[in-house]
Structures are given as C-alpha cells and as structure tokens.
C-alpha cells in the first residue's frame, strides 16, 4: 500500500490517491446507480431555489442580476466544498471500511466517464439501426443545439462534438482536480466544489434573458476551472499546439479546445452550423478538411478518453511513490 506523503493526511489508513484511483475504476465499471442520490441533483435543487430568491430581489437590474450571480457562485461552490471537506472529516470518526466506502462512493459521484460512454453509444446504436428518430430523441439529452431536423452526418458530428467536449468536463476535469486534492488530503473537497462550479455553468450559464448577467459568475469561474485540465488533455492527446490554434476563434476558451484535441487525434472535421432554439449559430471548422465523423471516430474517441484517464493515473501514481520514496 502507498504511503502518504509527508504533511499529507490520509483517509481511514488508506492514501487519499488510491481512493481516487478506486474511485475512478468505480465510475467506469458502475457509472451513476439510479438508486443512489446524485450531488449533482442537491445542486441543482440549490440552484434553482437561489436563482427564483435571485430573480425576486434583483429584478431586471443587471449589476444586481450580477452580485445576485456572484453569491450564488459563492453560496454553492463553497458549500459543497465546504460539505466534501466535513464528510472527509467524517469518514476519519468511523469505522475503516465504512468510512472507506463513503469517500469511494462520493468521489465516484464527482466523475461521469461511464454514463457519458453509455449516452453516446445509446445514440450510435440508435443511428446505426436506422432510427433517426430515437437518434434524435436521446441525442437532445446531451446536448444543448436543437436535434429534431438533424440528419445521420449531422448527428454524428454531434456526437463526435458531445464525446470531445464533454470528456473534459465530466471526466478529466474533476478528475484533475479530485488528483490535486488528493495531494493535499482532500480530495472530494475540491471535487464537488469543481463540481458546483460546472452544475452552475450549465444551469445558468447562457447569454439569454436575465442570466446573461445572473450566470457570468458561474461561467467565468468554470471557464477558469477547467482551463488547465482542458490543454492537459490536448497536450495528453499530442494535439496541443493544433487544438490551441483551431480551437481559439471558439467562443468559448475551452469547448473549441477539446473538440479539436479529439478531431486531430482521430482525423476528423468537427465545427460549422448549429441550430439553437431555433436560431443558427457557425462555430468555427475544427481540423478543416478532415473527413466527417463516422461511427469509427466517435468510439475511437471514447476509447482514447479511458487511456489518457488512465495514464494521469498512473503517472500520480509513479508521482507520489517517487516522492514518497525520495523523501523517506
């Protein structure tokens, strides 16, 4: 068993990094149980409570709409690390194996890799039984452009889009920050504040109505969350100066980044026109003149999520066993 590293505690006599480790095998071979109370739906619960109390007070005044954004940022990223950080605590007070299995399960809860996979090859089967119809439906449950009128080739860039951006931010970015905390003994803590932080980005995050000034907070503070992880992950893929240079006429620091990591690792062309609530949108060409995404690509791509997750872990692993070994 690793040992923790000097001035770094442990949970229940086990190293935070192997709990992350388990935690992350965990999520891939169970993913989110229905029968167990996602965080993510506390969250939510809490936003949209804020947000009508937000709504009440600040009215149509955007510089209230934005303080009003701020403390709910606050209120939420705080409080759940504030909770991931008393449950740590907690685990310490009870038995080994029960409070073992507490963290495991609420650090599995921070990670999404498995029922991102599963939402994807939902839809692939789906498309490639001929059901455009079905395709469409499940389609619309992982992303934000409308789905109804897209075709076989537009669905499939879609997917493609969904399995590259939404690695980041289901998978490698509460994971890199849950393998930060494990350095410091609190691994759950910075991963469900990381975690608030995106629930709040996709609750609130949009430039419509009041919450283009009531979801700046949210945005700009996961935008600033997942920046690093992004580019570790372009970087992970060998796609980094490419992901950077098609990924900067992006809108978004991130999105454009990761899409086009994945398009250069796999040799296909992402971007061009969405369709959102009806209004059509050009995103910029991600890999331009690449071919199309195709069944083929978009598992390639889910399959090169599973080994770059693992080799961050295994190069924590190596990290701290040289260190520990170095320093002891």
Known sequence: MMLPLPGVGSFTGIHPLVLVIAAAGLDRLVGD????????????????????????????????????????TLVLVGGSGCAGWLLELASQQMPRPLGAALLLVALTSALAGRSLCQAVRQVLASLEGGDLTAARQQLAWIVGRDTDQLDGPEIMRALAETASENAVDGLFAPLFWMLLGAAFGQP?????????ASTLDSMLGYRTGSLRWLGTAGARLDDLLVWLPCRLLALSLGQLRPALRDGAADPSPNAGVSQAAYAHAVGVQLGGANRYGGVVRSKPLLNPGAAAADAAAVRRMLQLSRWVALLWLTIAAASVAFITKALS
Not at 189 to 195: R, T
């Open 188 to 196: 759950l803590a910075l991963a469900w504040g990381f975690k608030a």
């Open 33 to 72: 149980p229905r029968w167990c109370p996602h965080p993510v739906v506390v969250m939510g619960w809490c936003i949209n409570r804020l947000r009508r109390l937000a709504e009440g007070w600040a009215g149509n005044r955007p510089m209230a709409l934005r303080l009003a954004g701020g403390l709910i």
